[in-house]
Each structure stands twice: as C-alpha cells, then as structure tokens.
C-alpha cells in the first residue's frame, strides 16, 4: 500500500514567481520558485528542449512536466503528483547512460590489445581537442601581428620586417599550422575555431580474476593503464559486471534529499517511500536506478554520530520498492535539483541576481550543533576584506612605508572588489603620481607593490589570507574536534556515506577513486589491488586535475642559426662537452637459448643453480631452487634470481654482482659437495657467486679446488694411461636436445691447446685442514697459531 504523501497540495500551494530568463535566441518566460537561481532554470530549460516537451503556453515548465507524466505511462493522480514532484524540484529525471554496452574479459588473450587500441583512442582526441584551440590561437596571433604593426602594408605583411609577425608565426608552425594557413592568416583571414569540449566517452566495463588482481599480476598493470584516468571500471566476477551494464541507460530519477526533507519535514520517510514507489510505477517492468542527492548535507543537519544509520535507513527507504541501483551520476539532473559537492564554500544566487559565497549551510549548522563559532568559520573561509588587524601586513606597517590614509582608505575600498592583494596595490587604486614621487615606484616596475615596499612572501601570504580566507575549513584552529576529520577530507566523508549505500544497490558504485595527477600505472596497480583484498565489487580511479595554466619553468630555445664559414687560417678549435644520456633498453634473450644446470650442496642443503645464455654465450638469467626448503626463504631465493637476471638484461656487469655477494656470510654455509672447482662457501650467495666467476668470467681465483680431469671450460682434460691427453666425447658438453641432432653422435673434443711439457714430480702437497669457523680449507700457520685467510678466525689447534 502506498504511504499517505501527497506533492500535488504542495505545489499548488509553493510560491511561484514569473521570471525572465534569456536564452540564446529569445527571451523565456516561466514561473519558478524564488529561491532557484538563474543557472537552474536555464538547466530545467535545456531539459525540456533535450526531451522535446516543447511549450508554448504562460507556464512552459508546468505543461513540459505534465508532457513527461503522460509519456511515463501515468493517469490522473499519479500524473498529477508526477508534475507536482518536478515543479517542487524534490526530484528530475536523469541520464544513467554512465558505461559502454558490453564487458571485456581480461583472462581473453585479445582483450589486452583491444582495451589499449581504445584507451589510445581516446587519449589522440583529448589531445586533439586541446591542439586545436592552441593552433587557431596562434593563427589568430599572426593576424593581430600585422593588424598592430604601424607601417607600410607591405614591410607588417613581411616576417622580415616585422618580429612580431616573426615571432607569432614560428608559433603558429610548432603549434602544427601549415605554412598555407599561416599565409592566408596574414592575409586578413580569420579562424574562429574555438575550444572544442574534452570528448566524454561511456565508461569501459572490464572484469578480471581478483586473485590475480591482489597479486599485483600483469593483468593488473593491464587494467591500471587503461583505469588511471577514468577510463574503466574494474569488477571481479561476470554478474557484477552485467548488472552495471545493464542498470546503465534505463530509467533514473535524480532526488534532491535536502529538499525532500524541507518540504515534508518530520514525514520524510513517508514522501521518499512514496516518490520510489510512483518513479517505480512509471518504470514499468524496467529495473529503476535511483540518485540520492545530498545525503551528506542532509546527514549534516542531524546527530553526526548518527551519520552512518541515516544513510542506511534512507538507503532501506528506496531499496524497499525493489532491488534497484542507487549510483546515478549524472551533472546536468544534479544542476536542475540545486545539488553541489560538498565544500566549505558555497556559491548562490541573491535576490538581486548577485552571485555571492557564503559558508554552506549544512556545514553552519553543524558547526553550531557541535557549539562551534559560526562567524568565526566564515572568516577564516571567506576572509575579512580588510588590513585592519592582518598579521605582517596592516595599517601601521603600511604607515611606516609611506603610505597615507587617503591610500589606505582607498586600499580598503577596493578590496571588496578584488580577488588578490597586489590588485589593490596598484594603479587605478593607488595614484601613480604617488607611486613614482612618494614611494619611488617607476612605472611598469616587476614584481608587485608589497614586495618591493619590503614586505617578504610569507607576510604578503598571511596578509592574503587574512583578507580573502583559506578557501577551505581544514586549517581552522576554532573547528569542532568532531569536525575536523569533515573538514579534512569531505569527499572522504561523502564517499563513506555511498559505502553505506553500497550494500543495498543492485550495481557497485562507480564514483572513482581519486589519485594525484601524477600517479603511475605503478601506483593504481596498488590501489587496485588493495580495493581487490577489501573485497570491494567495483573499483574505478582516476587522476585528480593538473595545476592550471603554465607552470613549468622551461628554458627558452634559441632559433638555430646559419654558420658563416670563416678563412682556415682564421679557423679556431675548440672543445664542447656535450652530456648524452645513453638509452637504457633491455635486452631480450633468445627464445631458445643455451645454458646449463649445477647441482650442489651447501652446508648438507641442496642448491641448483640453472643459467641462460644469449647467442655470444654471455649470461642473462639464472634461476636458484632450494630443496626441501622454508616457503619464505624458497620463494626469497627466487626473488632474488629475477633480480640479478633483470640487472644483467640491462647491462650490469657480472663483475659487480660477483665482487658484491662473494664473502657474505650467513647459514647456511660450509663444505660444498657436487661442485668440481668450489669445495666450500660462507653462505648460499657466496657459493653461487663463486660459481658464475669461475664459468663465465674465468676468475679462478674464487675457486677452492682443482677442477680435476677436466678445466672449466671443458677443453683439455689429464693425462691419460699413456701420459697423452685424453679425448673427451662431445655430448658432454652439447646438449643432444638443444641442438636437435645438427650435432652428430661420434663428435669429440680434441686435446688441443694443452701444455706438453714432461711434468716434474711435485712435492709432496701438505696436508690441507678444514678452518672449523667456515669450513674453508685456507689455514695458514703463522709462526706457532693458525689462521683463516677466508675469515680471519684464529682457531685453537693442537699439532
């Protein structure tokens, strides 16, 4: 049954006044209530002509509302309370068409390359849009050039004669001007191209594996590249996704909470159930998307304490007709329904059509309801518009520089009327006769007035916010502490309330995270994988605004300049250094490449060591197993080998790694069996590092032990039973399957390259001993002790 709530009675009875309100080609006549400002007629006027509702009578709003009841589908009192809900401004409808058609699978191999073809697209017409306003600029730039020049027609059509011409053309060439149009705007003709709005696509609807999303995986970077500004929402499972496509272009009504609450008062609950419950009707069987606008201004107005339970109850109210999407976003419905984000400051309309800024109301009630000082707020937001009583800068300092009351009284005029400081310290306010005789101010002097009276930038700065405020509440020393996180952060509040929403919506919010604007895909991948583990439905980012204007200090290029060729007897040698950074590109192995496995045990733990080799045999990967090991310090060792294999695709020398990790000491470390030249290592890095110096960088001084019959580079081998060198069978060396049989089986390497001479009869070779520290056989006697060479340690041996 349908709550007892009528607007109808209501808006027969709200004060509605004529207004005129100019269009771009005539002027309109409608009544509205007075407290609407001009821009939200003229955004209720765009509507109607958006939905052809058409009206040509005395109260064109009323008949377009009562236009739109009959085309949802409804008769008599329903149409009527329809009417009556547009004409009181509670609700509007609304544009839901946020998303494109359809979703893209990231797990498809070809979604990758679809998803950057359109990302690219998109970003060639951002560009584009901007690139053609600084190109007619700059054209227009080269006609205003000639049309100031003084002078013959001929010399002010002439580059060569006039540097200004000069100067704007070689701007209109790098802004991507032909020549042909630079010739033409010479000429006198105009290009009125003008700015071309920032093409809004829908929305890319996208879902991927949240394992691997959480897990920073490359579908990760994927869909931050393409999420950063904007561009896609991200969703977990196939279902979510198909009801944010789908909740997407049917029917949406806009509902301003705050002035539902105004109207019904104490039967709030009642009118919103009742607004649902009609919008619901006119939908059909259609699923109905509902935006609840306002709910921060009107938690504000209550308990904050009861902020969160407010939302909810409201979001129980509209979820209560039937499982719906309570996200619409949709700026122009926002507009006609008075709605605005939620900051400190407020914009609106007076009575005599004066736009003016006043503290919002919402947040003024909240500062008195928390016994906070109303006034003050307001003038640490919105500034005092004068110098009496600024910090640094203030009337008797002003004195002390030499100004008199007849400046200051005109300093204090003029600062209602002005949005800086230095505006009010310069001629027409003050008289320039004055600047130049009085202060000794020449005119056109840099810089501002303040500056150069001795004022320094941080009492300019005070003073200028001691005029024209802060701009925001979150620097206010007199804030409530129950406020404080509020005026901190308000879009952190509002977006706690739309979490609170969230639960009772048939589709995710889509409303984007914020990021700097210079955020990385490096820095999204990380949010989204955080929204990942926090199990959020649908994530969606995007880059906050870059600082308007040029703010880049960039150095001026000089033109190049034709070199005359000087006498060679006259000719001067000179040196100029020039730095050149060197591009650093990584190089890829070979798809198919060499290499070769080493099995060994360190300290009793096994340890395989598996390199890769580009075509010239030079090392570019390695990859380190544990056997039997931890997890953590598995999956550490592994880390560690993309690391070093990293580094070498990028041009790091062997040599540092090698010189960097040999010696280090931990467990586990000792005697190294399986290994034909090294016998023991102080620590698993030692051991591996030893390793590859001794097989690619021939540093065999990291070896510990002969590598007995054979060298290390496997040519030349011991003698053999008759004293000659012994031939060695190639497959020992060549892998069978590697070379896919191109190597035939009776290959051997020869002996060649091996010294000859009769060998003498070595002494007889002192017994080695193991170092007890480190297990390294390197134990020199010195004089009546021993001692390690490898770590120092001075054990106590007897014999």
Known sequence: MRPPFRFAPLAAIARRSRREIERPDRLTTVYAPDNWPA????????????ENLLAT????????AATFARRAGLRGAAADEMAAILLLGVACPADSRSVAPGWLDLSDPTAGKRLEAEIARRRAARLAANAVETAAASLRAV???VRRCEGPSADCADPARNPALARAALAARLAGAADADIVRAIAGERFAASLLPAPVFPVLVAVADRDLVASGAPVALLAAEAAVDGDLVLTFDAETAQTLVEASGGPALMISLPALHAIAGDQFGAALSALVALWSDACGDATPSFGLGGLADLALTGELAEVDALADDVAALVAGAGRSSLFVDDADARLRVGLT???AVDVFESRDGEVEKRLRPSLAAAVAACGGDVDSAERHLLGRRTLAGAPGIDHPALRARGLTDIELEAVETALPQVERLEDAFRP???????LEDVLGVEAGCDGPLLIHLGFTLEAVAEAEAWVFGHGDLSEWPEAPEALRPLFADPAEFEARLRGVLEPHSLAPDPMPLKLDWRASPAQAVRILGDAARAGRRAVRLMRRSAPPGRWLDLPEAEAPRERRREPEARAVERVVEKVVERDRARRKLPDRRKGYIQKAAVGG????????????????????????????????????AIAISIGLQYGVPLDEFVDAFVFTRFEPAGRVTGNDSIRSATSILDYIFRELGVSYLDRHELANADPGSLDADGLGGGPGGDGVPETVPAAKFISK?????????NLVVLPFGQRRETPQAPAAPPQATACPACGDFSLQQRGSGWICDTCGAAPSMQG
């Open 39 to 50: 821009v939200q007629l003229e955004a209720w006027l765009d509507w109607v002509e958006a």
């Open 341 to 343: 984000p939620l900051t």
């Open 57 to 64: 009578g005395d109260d064109p709003l009323s008949e377009a």
């Open 143 to 145: 006609t205003e050039a």
């Open 605 to 640: 733990h096994k340890v395989y060591i598996h390199t890769g080799e580009y075509d010239d045999g030079e090392l570019g990967e390695i990859f380190i197993d544990m056997h039997k090991e931890g997890a953590a310090f598995r999956s550490l060792m592994n880390n560690f």
């Open 737 to 745: 399957g590697f070379a896919r049989g191109a190597a035939p089986d």
């Open 428 to 434: 027409p306010v003050l008289d320039a006769g004055f």
